[in-house]
C-alpha cells in the first residue's frame, strides 16, 4: 500500500487548544487526518511485538517551525511508506485500526441505510447496511444480495471508479480493512461521480471456469466481458465479432463468455494515454496490463503497430515516483506534466537489465496492479487457492530484522508498492526460467 501525506492542517482539540494534524493519503485517496501523538502511539504499539521498525521522527519539546514541521510530514511520510511495504506489518491489528479509527473520525455524516454498489454494466446493487464497515464484510453483504455461491465471494473485490460519460474507470482497489463508503465520501469533492464498483479480483482467466459453473458468476462475468468488448480492450476478428453479436443477441451468456476467452485482449486492464520512456524518451502510449505483462501500444510507422511487452516475472524491482509538486500548486509550466511516474528496472536480455519510466497520472493504480500480478503468480506457484486476503510470505522473521535499507529480489518482498527512496525487489524475479528469456 502506497502512503502519502499530502499536507498539514491547523484544527482545534475539545479544549481548544491548536494542533497540527497530518492528512493522510492511501494508494491515491484522500484516507484521513490524525496528529503526531496518534502516529507516536501506533509506533509504540508496533513495537511491542517488532522489534526493528523504520525510523520514526523523535518528538520535540517546543513548538515547530516551518523548516521543522515540513521536515516531519515528510519523515512521518517515510515511515508510512516504509510500514505500508510490508503485508505482515498492514495486516496487523494496530495499523488497521489506526487507519479505520482515523478515517472514520473524518466522516461523520454517512447514516445507516439504504448505499449502492455498482456493476460495470451501470446496474445497482442495494444493500441496506452501515456505510462505515469495512471492505470484506461489505463484499460479502453484496456477494450474499446478489445470491453468489459463497465459497466464489473471494474471487471478487471491491473497486472504486469514476463515472465518465456513463463508464466506469477503476483507480483503486480496496483492502480488506478500508471503509468504501467513507472513502467515496472523503473524495467525492463535492461531486457524485465515485463509485464503487463489485468486479473480479484475479487475473489469470483460468479461474473463469470455476465462476462459469454458477448461474451468477456466469452473469458477472458476461457483465465485464461485454463491457471490455464496447470498450474495445477485446479485439475480435469480424468473424468472431459477428459469432459475439449473435451470442449476446441470443442471451447465451456462458457461451459469450468462453468465446471471447480464445479473443484478443480478454482479461486485460487498458490505463489512459502516457508516456514512456522507451524505445526512446517522451514516447506516447496507452499502456495495459494482462495476467502476466504490461504492453506498451508504441506509435505506429505506417500500418504496422508495435507493442513494447514487459513480462512481470522480468521486472527486477519498480518505483513509484510522486512529485513533490504533486502535494502543492505546480509552476504553469509543469502544468502538462504527470506528477507521478512509475519506474521498473526491467531484464531485457541475458545479465542486461534497464530502468524504464513510465510518466501517467495513474502510476499509483499501474503500481497496485503490476503487485496483485505478483502476488496471483506467487500464489499459483505454491499451488494454493485465492482467499481474497493479501498474498502473505513467510517474511515473519524478515520484518522483525530488517534494516532500514533499500531491498532487492533476495529478500522475497511481495509488496512492491515503492516510495521515491526505497525499492522493493519483486519476488516473482527469482522464478525466471531460461524461457522467459
Not at 521522527?57 to 510490508?86: C, D, H, I, W
Not at 456477494?143 to 459463497?150: A, D, T
Not at 526512446?280 to 511487452?309: F, H, M, N, R, W
Not at 485465492?386 to 531491498?407: A, C, H, Q, V, Y
Request: charged share 25%; glycine share 4%.
Amino acid at each position: 500500500m502506497h502512503f502519502s501525506i499530502a499536507d498539514t492542517e491547523e484544527l482545534l482539540d475539545a479544549f481548544g487548544s491548536t494542533y497540527i494534524s497530518y492528512r493522510l493519503c492511501c494508494n491515491g485517496t484522500y484516507h484521513g487526518s490524525a496528529r503526531y501523538r496518534e502516529f507516536f502511539d501506533l509506533h509504540e504499539t508496533l513495537r511491542k511485538d517488532y522489534h526493528t521498525l523504520p525510523c520514526f521522527p523523535p518528538k520535540k519539546l517546543f513548538n515547530l517551525t516551518a523548516v521543522e514541521l515540513s521536515g516531519r510530514r515528510t519523515a512521518l511520510e517515510k515511515y508510512m511508506q516504509n510500514l505500508g511495504q510490508s503485508s505482515e506489518l498492514l495486516n496487523t491489528a494496530a495499523l488497521q485500526d489506526f487507519l479505520q479509527r482515523i478515517q472514520l473520525r473524518s466522516c461523520d455524516k454517512l447514516q445507516p441505510g439504504t448505499h449502492n454498489v455498482f456493476l460495470l454494466n451501470g446496474n445497482c446493487i442495494e444493500v441496506k447496511v452501515d456505510p462505515k464497515i469495512p471492505a470484506s464484510e461489505l463484499l460479502e453483504m453484496v456477494c450474499h444480495e446478489i445470491k453468489l455461491p459463497s465459497e466464489l465471494t473471494h474471487y471478487f473485490a471491491l473497486f472504486l471508479a469514476k463515472e465518465e460519460n456513463k463508464r466506469y474507470t477503476l483507480f483503486k482497489r480496496f483492502f480488506s480493512f478500508e471503509l468504501p463508503f467513507v472513502v467515496c465520501s472523503l473524495n467525492s469533492n463535492g461531486s457524485s461521480s465515485l463509485r464503487i464498483i463489485l468486479r473480479k479480483g484475479y487475473w489469470d482467466s483460468s479461474f473463469d471456469a470455476q465462476m462459469l459453473e454458477s448461474r451468477v458468476g456466469t452473469n458477472l462475468l458476461f457483465v465485464e466481458t461485454v463491457d471490455a468488448i464496447n470498450r474495445g480492450w477485446i479485439l475480435p476478428s469480424p468473424e468472431q465479432k459477428s459469432h459475439l453479436e449473435n451470442l449476446q443477441s441470443k442471451g447465451s451468456r456462458k457461451e459469450l463468455v468462453q468465446v471471447a476467452q480464445t479473443v484478443r485482449g480478454y482479461g486485460t486492464l487498458h490505463f489512459a494515454t502516457c508516456t514512456i520512456d522507451y524505445p526512446s524518451s517522451s514516447t506516447t502510449t496507452k499502456p495495459y496490463i494482462t495476467a502476466k505483462d504490461l504492453i506498451c501500444p508504441l506509435k505506429s510507422e505506417g500500418s504496422q503497430k508495435q507493442e513494447a511487452v514487459f513480462r512481470v516475472v522480468r521486472m527486477r524491482c519498480w518505483r513509484l515516483c510522486v512529485s513533490e509538486t504533486y502535494k502543492t500548486a505546480r509552476p504553469p509550466e509543469a502544468l502538462n506534466q504527470p506528477r507521478q511516474s512509475i519506474m521498473f528496472e526491467y531484464l531485457l536480455g541475458r545479465d542486461k537489465l534497464q530502468w524504464v519510466t513510465i510518466h501517467s497520472e495513474e502510476a499509483i493504480w499501474i503500481s497496485s496492479c503490476l503487485q496483485s500480478i505478483v502476488e496471483e503468480l506467487m500464489l499459483i506457484k505454491k499451488g494454493q487457492k485465492i482467499d481474497g486476503k493479501p498474498f502473505m510470505t513467510d517474511e515473519k522473521k524478515l520484518s522483525r530484522s530488517r534494516s532500514n535499507s533499500s531491498t532487492t529480489s533476495e529478500s522475497l518482498q511481495v509488496s512492491v508498492t515503492i516510495t521515491r527512496n526505497h525499492i522493493n525487489g519483486n519476488s516473482a524475479f527469482e522464478e525466471i526460467r531460461d524461457e522467459d528469456l
